[in-house]
């Protein structure tokens, strides 16, 4: 049943320990983004894959990378974990940029210490 | 950049109409209007979208200022499972690509 699956839920990682968080989809969308979401702000678009093509948000640091080795998965490594980089980060898809509805998962809450 | 203003909180009773508006006077000719909400400890879940016409949906329904300049999101009978964090979004795929979420609006409901 679910559609969007993030893993996993929660992730304790230590100050610059390579970190990867994982998304997967079985809506067969063409596009995924990563999102961060710190507490009590809004989610902030970092990428987004539209089928292979990656798109980068020009304020995203370079410390945050991404691929997608298929249709169904979507990967976030972020190289060297600061403190400032706990967060909770949400995977979507949707079925195309323009006008499409998002499709969240649950997301995974990074802890770093 | 295309922005969006809500206010931080809002408060309606249980079984009420609830408008929660928003401001986007910076709004461009191609970008759409969203509206997600979000639960405590849950991803963002899709509410409406529009460009330029009013939207019903089975959620709710989206009226569109007819200068684009501000949107109101209408919930047309709260009920308490409708608390929840309601981001309004506009998004811009001409030139570079933008989805950018707004400060949100925190819809309480009292019972």
């Known amino acids: 049943d679910a559609m969007v699956i993030q893993n996993p839920r929660y992730q304790v990682t230590q100050f610059g320990k390579p970190v990867t968080l994982s998304c997967s989809q079985t809506l067969n969308h063409n596009v995924m983004y990563w999102y961060q979401q710190k507490s009590s702000q809004a989610p902030k678009l970092l990428f987004h894959?539209?089928?292979?093509?990656?798109?980068n948000e020009a304020d995203t640091p370079d410390n945050f990378q991404s691929r997608r080795p298929n249709t169904s998965f979507c990967f976030l490594d972020i190289r060297s974990p600061g403190l400032g980089d706990a967060a909770m980060y949400l995977c979507?898809?949707?079925?195309?940029?323009?006008?499409?509805?998002?499709?969240f998962g649950p997301g995974t809450r990074l802890t770093v210490t | 950049d295309a922005k969006t203003t809500q206010p931080n909180s809002m408060e309606s009773n249980e079984e009420e109409p609830v408008h929660l508006p928003c401001n986007h006077s910076t709004i461009s000719g191609t970008d759409y209007i969203h509206w997600y909400r979000q639960l405590p400890s849950q991803g963002p879940e899709y509410v409406i979208h529009g460009l330029t016409s009013n939207v019903n949906n089975r959620m709710a329904s989206l009226a569109i200022a007819e200068d684009r300049k501000s949107s109101t999101l209408i919930l047309h009978r709260a009920t308490l499972r409708d608390a929840a964090v309601y981001y309004c979004?506009?998004?811009?795929?001409?030139?570079?690509?933008?989805?950018?979420f707004g400060t949100g609006t925190r819809l309480k409901v009292l019972a």
């Open positions: 979507a898809t949707s079925r195309g940029v323009e006008g499409y509805e998002q499709y």
């Open positions: 979004i506009l998004s811009r795929t001409s030139g570079t690509y933008k989805y950018i």
């Open positions: 894959y539209y089928d292979k093509d990656f798109n």
